[in-house]
């Protein structure tokens, strides 16, 4: 049997428990993982003003995947500077791991807008916007110019889109969905519709379509059935993948994996939901997003049956009230495998 060894941050908050609940199922499943906790986030950063350097990073790569709880401070600490963590220790990961690919499936639980809807948003995870290209000009004086750049290369945009179109052509639904603002974003926009354009030439089977962002948000709510797999850029794959966790039942149930599919780099699967500081500890924080990531990642790790498994377990349970009791959920889960 293979055992695979994963680097497991579990950050701050409610992080460590739904990580652990996470690590839980997946030794209930049978697979053999090596674990190595990763001391990083916000509580690290506050007492030893510790980030990220490079030294861990490289260590990190190193692994089979990474397991990311939550990052972040309580809400209205204001001791760590905003953009400390997002940059030096989220993009940072991103970016020197090479983590292209942001993979997001919903899937519409009992109750919300999109119940028994199934779909996914393939977002470029390392250019655009976050890609840190700009500056600010006279700082601090009535004439300051602030500059954000979106950064879009040929190279970037045809990995993820191609990314996209074989996710497509492995679902019952084989269709593509480009979301961009390709008539006020004219120069990154016609990039992109040209990239999809040539490779859906690869996939006479998959239907494309086009919609514009603002669309694609009332579509997500109104009419989720109209997608399979969106595909978009940073930027706009960072808000709609929000919106669809809403629609779908709650950013407490979405999972997200960050891809480096051609592996020169350990991919890092966790919860979108934040760190939730007012309930750590209390045994209320619901596990099944991270629970639901560990399913993403035991696919990365090419543990099929196990991922396909716990995927439709997790698809089929109806929390209820027990919710928001952690143990209760994981129980539960465990109880279906």
Known sequence: MVTHSVAVIGGDGI??????????????????????EFDLGATRYLRDGFVLDNATLESLRSFDAI???????????????????ERGLLLKMRFG?????????FFGVTGSLAAGRD?????????????????????????EVATQGSVNTRFGV??????????????????VTLVHKTNVLTFAGDLWSRV?????????????????VDAACIYLVEQPERYSIIVTDNLFGDILSDLAGSVTGGIGYAASANLNPARTGASLFEPVHGAAHDIAGQGRANPLAAISSAALMLEHLEEFTAATKLAQVVRDFEPGASALETRAVLDAIKGRL
């Open 196 to 212: 999809v354009a040539e490779v859906s030439s690869e996939y006479p089977q998959v239907e494309v379509e086009y919609n514009h």
């Open 15 to 36: 992080g460590p428990e739904v990580t652990s609940a996470a690590l839980e199922v997946v030794a209930a499943l049978g697979v053999q993982l090596e674990t190595t």
């Open 67 to 85: 397991m990311l709880g939550a990052i972040g401070p309580a809400i209205g600490d204001t001791r760590i500077p905003g953009g400390t963590l």
């Open 97 to 105: 791991l090479d983590l292209y690919i942001n993979y997001r499936p």
């Open 158 to 175: 045809e990995r993820c889109v191609r990314y996209a179109f074989e996710r497509a052509n492995a679902r019952s639904v084989k269709k």
């Open 119 to 143: 779909f996914a948003i393939v977002r470029e995870n390392t250019e655009g916007p976050y890609a840190g290209e700009g500056g600010t000009l006279r700082y601090g004086t009535p004439n």
